[in-house]
């Protein structure tokens, strides 16, 4: 089963974004700042001087007709996208990319922010939303500013059926099934987070809290510094 709790909802159109910025050094007016179904940012619409059209996620803060150039000798502005050896320490930034040339990865949601901590032997500091402080590799392009949307988290959907209009159907709790249904079914009466001996599991046994599913053994483990816990990662 892949699509479980998931059908229906309001029909949606794809928008290509434009993760790369490789227009490098061609400057680019922002045309509109449009609501885009598949996140949660909105996206601003630039016309190049080329006529070409592009996608990006909007920063916060940029309006329509704000101009806004790539590259490595772009100034440090909202919204422009520059290496992280451009960068001034102490910028917040969005729009990451994890591998030169990669395209962007990270810190794409409202109102997520990076902050540049510092540069070292080819590589930047970079503290991520979620606490964990990273290192990445100076040629690897970011956006300068906050994402925009910050007012996304106090969105409340008010009534079920704007869940059933994103694609979300109703899931029933497995502490309320029947053991046949589910690991966590059964009991004599209410058995509240497992009845106290056995452990919240998906229904087929993945343990649901406390088990960690990254890989230990993952490459990219050497580029992590501090993990979003606070503690430092232990790298053999």
Avoid at 9 to 18: A, E, F, N, T
Avoid at 37 to 60: Q, T
Avoid at 105 to 129: D, H
Wanted: aromatic share 4%.
């Amino acid at each position: 089963m892949t699509a479980r709790g998931i059908g229906g909802g309001h029909k949606q159109k794809l928008r290509l974004v434009d993760f790369k910025r490789a227009k490098h050094g061609m400057e680019a007016t922002v045309a509109a700042i449009e609501y885009d179904p598949g996140r949660s940012a909105r996206l601003a619409l630039l016309e190049y001087k080329d006529g070409e059209k592009r996608y990006i996620v909007a920063p916060n803060g940029i309006q329509v007709g704000a101009k806004i150039v790539s590259g490595p000798t772009a100034p440090p502005e909202l919204g422009n996208c520059l290496p992280l050896r451009s960068v001034p320490v102490g910028l917040p930034i969005h729009n990451l990319e994890i591998m030169p040339g990669q395209g962007a990865q990270m810190v794409r949601s409202a109102g997520g922010a990076a902050t540049l901590m510092s540069r070292a032997e080819g590589y930047a500091l970079i503290r991520l939303p979620s606490g964990e402080i990273r290192r990445i590799n100076e040629d690897c392009y970011a956006t300068v500013g906050q994402v925009g949307h910050t007012e996304h988290i106090k969105v409340i959907l008010g009534k079920a059926g704007r869940s059933r209009h994103r694609g979300k159907r109703p899931i029933s709790r497995g502490v309320a099934r029947n053991p046949v249904d589910h690991p966590n079914g059964g009991g004599a009466g209410k058995s509240k987070s497992g009845g106290g001996w056995q452990q919240l599991t998906s229904p087929w046994g993945l343990l649901a809290k406390g088990y960690r599913t990254r890989n230990r053994r993952k490459a990219s483990n050497r580029f992590i510094l501090i993990r979003r816990d606070g503690r430092p990662m232990k790298n053999k």
